[in-house]
């Protein structure tokens, strides 16, 4: 209670708690959207990687 929001530990816990409480609300609610973009991402990511260029891709 001394340095709450002065001490760096307490921005690491604040961030800590921000992460776990993302995390849950993923869990919760959106475990397809995230899991439907990772699998896009993986996708994409395949398709493109013929090429050497990891920024070309524009369309």
Known sequence: ???YG????????VLLYAVV???VLMQIGGINKSL???AAALES???I?????????GS
């Open 1 to 3: 209670m001394m340095g």
């Open 6 to 13: 002065f001490s760096p530990f307490g921005f690491i816990f």
């Open 21 to 23: 409480v993302i995390y």
């Open 36 to 38: 439907q973009r990772i």
């Open 45 to 47: 990511k395949q398709s």
């Open 49 to 57: 990687s013929g090429g050497g260029d990891s920024n070309a891709g």
